[in-house]
């Protein structure tokens, strides 16, 4: 069974940073892909960042520049720096995982940006 712990969300306020992080555990093999999503109250869950194993990246388009998504493959960790936060961007927090087929969720970290 696949466990993600994410932690490192909280209350900040607008311009601030929060560094985010996922830890995987109980994978017996490779993890492809490790990402981000977010979901706001009344919104559909959305992309905030992913990265493969080859360290290729994608972004949403309004956290481009702001936001940065890393890894430590030996350790199953994803990380999410997140500058320049906006109010807009307060939700819930998800880390995901690709295993094979599979995608796993963690049980999501708040973070509030307050203006």
């Known amino acids: 069974q696949v466990h993600l712990v994410e932690s490192g969300g909280g209350l900040v306020q607008a311009g601030g940073s929060l560094r985010l992080s996922c830890a995987a555990a109980g994978s017996r093999f490779s993890i492809n892909a490790m990402g981000w999503y977010r979901q706001a109250p009344g919104k559909q869950r959305e992309l905030v960042a992913d990265?493969?194993?080859?360290?290729?990246?994608r972004y949403g388009d309004s956290v481009k520049g702001r936001f940065a998504i890393s890894r430590d493959n030996a350790e199953n960790t994803v990380y999410l720096q997140m500058s320049g936060l906006k109010p807009e961007d307060t939700a819930v927090y998800y880390c995901?995982?690709?295993?094979?087929?599979?995608?796993?969720w963690g049980q999501g970290t708040q973070v509030t940006v307050s203006s």
């Open positions: 995901n995982a690709v295993i094979g087929w599979n995608i796993y």
């Open positions: 990265i493969n194993n080859s360290g290729t990246t």
